[in-house]
């Protein structure tokens, strides 16, 4: 069974900075493509970041390009996004992904992400 937790969220004001993590059981993260979405109420989820297990290539939306960085840790199977120089716009719940093939996966950058975590809220105040 695969989990995904997240953690690392909470408030802070615009120009700050969060570290969110994914912690995975039942997937490895380094043989898996792993992303970052996010989502505000009403609206669709949208990609933050996505890193490919081949190559270690990453794709970055062109909102956060240049203020975010994916990265995993490969022995704790955790997957990480490094978040400066935050805006108000950048407020949502943060959900972590990874590739799966089950009912309703939704394809970015060529994986099919199929297993979600809970979220965990970033709210950034100007």
């Known amino acids: 069974q695969v989990q995904l937790v997240e953690s690392g969220g909470g408030s802070v004001q615009a120009g700050g900075s969060l570290r969110l993590s994914c912690a995975a059981s039942g997937v490895t993260v380094s043989r898996n493509c792993m992303g970052w979405f996010r989502q505000v109420p009403g609206k669709e989820r949208l990609e933050v970041a996505v890193?490919?297990?081949?190559?270690?290539?990453?794709y970055y939306s062109e909102s956060v390009k240049g203020r975010f960085t994916i990265s995993r840790d490969n022995p704790n199977n955790t997957v990480y996004l490094q978040m400066d120089s935050l805006k108000p716009e950048d407020t949502a719940m943060y959900y972590c992904a990874a590739a799966g093939s089950t009912p309703g996966a939704s394809f970015y950058r060529g994986c099919r992400f199929g297993y979600w975590g809970q979220g965990t809220q970033v709210t950034v105040s100007s």
């Open positions: 890193l490919k297990s081949l190559g270690d290539i990453t």
